[in-house]
């Protein structure tokens, strides 16, 4: 009997999609444009994103239940596609933010300084995961998640594109 169940575990494991596995995103064609003052716009394609380091962070949703999200840290992203961070994120480029877009027209945005290790300590999320299970249809395919907020409204989901602009007066 025991030999029968580690078989039937076995070819369970061995049916379940790549993606539930490997922790990835359900939706092998979500894709998030990442474009303006960036060097290196581009569009990534899930499977893009899923080279990039996995985060997890513990979080109160709408809810006011603790989640576990897992995703992308945003600044990861924006520091692949060429975004002022880092040492250069100082004098005249402290004006530059990110203007998130979500597919129903949406949109929340982050300063840099906020969004960089070197100025905080609080990790933002581009999640594709919560609780360990893919975003639900209409949350996903991407969620931006702001630990700490006491409000909940830049946690934007069904998110698109990534914007980089410059502040003009």
């Known amino acids: 009997m025991k030999i029968l169940s580690t078989c039937f575990l076995l070819i369970c494991l061995a ?3 790549h993606s539930f596995v490997q922790g990835q995103s359900a939706d092998p064609q979500a894709t998030l444009r990442v474009e303006g003052e960036v060097s290196q716009p581009a569009t990534l394609q899930a ?17 006011e239940k603790e989640h576990i999200f897992s995703g992308f840290v945003v600044a990861d992203i924006l520091q692949q596609a060429g975004a002022t961070m880092g040492v250069q994120l100082r004098g005249k480029n402290m004006n530059k ?10 949109r929340a945005v982050f300063s840099l300084a906020e969004l960089d ?53």
């Open 97 to 106: 933010y990110l203007l998130v877009r979500s597919k129903d027209g949406y």
């Open 15 to 17: 049916t379940l999609p």
């Open 47 to 63: 499977s893009d994103l899923v080279k990039m380091r996995r985060t997890e962070v513990r979080a109160r949703d709408h809810d």
């Open 117 to 169: 290790s070197s100025f905080s300590d609080r990790t933002i999320l581009l999640a594709d995961r919560e609780d360990g299970h893919p975003l639900a249809a209409d949350k996903g395919p991407f969620r931006i998640i702001v630990p700490g907020e006491k409000k909940h409204a830049r946690w934007t989901w069904g998110v698109t594109t990534f914007i980089v602009k410059s502040a003009k007066e």
